[in-house]
């Protein structure tokens, strides 16, 4: 094939940019999850912490928050197809094709898998999603939509085509149609997608890899998806991790199919959520550093906590004093032969008794004492600090860390106080949105429905709910500001002041109608109110000109 050798070159280069990705995802889910591990400056320290089981603590994680807060705001209202040749800003529907989009919906769960998707896009940074057709056997001709997946690669590397459906019929194949499609989620520990040098918006191809198999039948699978074709690929054990490292690929064939399959839609079917270009960061990726002293700090302090309530105690021998006549009654109910007595028990004659105003004599001591513990002070006052350094970190608004504070934002003040949270949940609107639109629209190709223009509506970020908030768009609109510009402002979905704004022109019109007739009417009234006291009038000066 014309396209092997670049072919095994993306392969190679794109696997192990895929493998040296997957250490930052890694940490990136450990800190989201809160199972980074701890480290300390003293392996001393370490291994007292293991020893009391203070290693294996559930951390305190505050770091998930910074992702939680903007996926949440993450909300949308409704994907949806204009009706052909409306323009810009007016929103008349396609109902034919919206009900297609209804049915994409319903079939892959978007509405349960989108939010989960916005989510993972923040933890790692980058998440996929691939679209392919589900296609189906038709027994008759008369097929809604499809494609020839009989073409060959050579075909596709050639661009010879078919001359005729007759002769695909000639053949002793069964046509086949999309009857659905797939959009399936895709983690970034198995895909990746490249992009070209010059252009960094047009995608050249992307790579998904997984292991099938285990011991020595592992199998290590790759395809590539470009936007002609799809190559599948095998490589028997694990794969070097060194970039030019001799590798034995091989086209996957095992399955009974061809190694190379045609892509007939022109496009490379995987979609790229991400935070950033060309590759995102997690949103948390600030957190790691103030997450990682509040996890020391709060294992240390717990590791004081038995002996602030069991303080160490000491006692120093008398060194002049006559050992000769230890009381040999008292007993230290912690040591293992002393296990059975109990100073408490009344058949124990230690005289070391728990009662209130019993003195307790040692012979032979010349003091005692115990060991102050670590103040608590040491560790909840940087604590504190710590997390807000968290929150400032991630540009998080604190009172997310501190829904309880003493006085927590609310109107106008929240607004403010979530300006750079919302600005950042508007970015992801637009680049999550165009991602959307165009995963939908190749889906829609893919069912033989052609569209121009997908609308993605969200949910609004902020939206306008206190008395004082209202008095201030009230007043704009008041000073000359248009009414669905200070609604828009005040956080409501320009589709939904659109249709306010429809009705409100509808009543008025009727209203208006009906104030027009109701004045014809009164004028009709009027005037024949008049004509009628004029004819009156008429007879009754004709009566009294007969009586002259």
Known sequence: MV????????????YWELVAARPAYERAAAFYEGTVDEVYSSPKVTRLLAKFGLDAIESFNFAHIPVDAVANKLRINSVNADEEGNEEGIFEKNEEVNSVIDDLWEYNELDEELPIIFRNAGKYGDYYVMVWPVVGE????NVTRGFDPHKTARQLETGDTLVEDDVIEARPVTKKSVVAVD??????????????????KKKTYAIRSWDEGEGNSRLVRVNLYYPDRIERWMHKGKPSKRKNAEQKWEPFTLDGNAAVMPNPFGEVPIFHFRTDRSYGRPDHINAYGPQLAINKLVTSHLATVDYQSFPQRYALLDPMADQSGMQG?????????????????????????ADPAAVWQFSGMKT????ESANADAFLKPFDRYVKALAQATDTPFHYFDRTGERPPSGENIRQVNEFLNSKAG??????????????????????QDVERINVEWEPLEVVTAYTEWQAVNEKIAAGVPMEVALVEAGYRPALVQEWKKRAEE?????????QEDEERTIAL??????????ANKATERSSDRKA
């Open 3 to 14: 396209y092997e050798t670049k072919s095994l070159y993306d392969l190679r280069c794109g």
């Open 329 to 353: 009654a008292d007993s230290d109910p912690f040591a293992p032969e002393d296990a059975e007595n109990d100073p408490d028990d009344d058949d124990n004659d230690s005289q070391l008794e």
């Open 526 to 535: 009027s005037a024949k109110a008049k004509q009628e006291t004029a004819n």
């Open 427 to 448: 970015f992801r609107q637009t680049s999550y949105g165009g991602e959307i639109k165009k995963f939908t629209t190749l889906s829609l190709t893919m069912m033989g």
């Open 368 to 371: 005692v004492g115990q060991f």
């Open 183 to 200: 959009i399936m989620p895709l983690d970034p520990f198995t895909t990746r997608v490249f992009y070209d040098t010059e252009n960094p």
């Open 507 to 515: 009543q008025a019109e009727k209203e208006r109608q009906q104030a």
């Open 138 to 141: 038709e027994v008759d001709d």
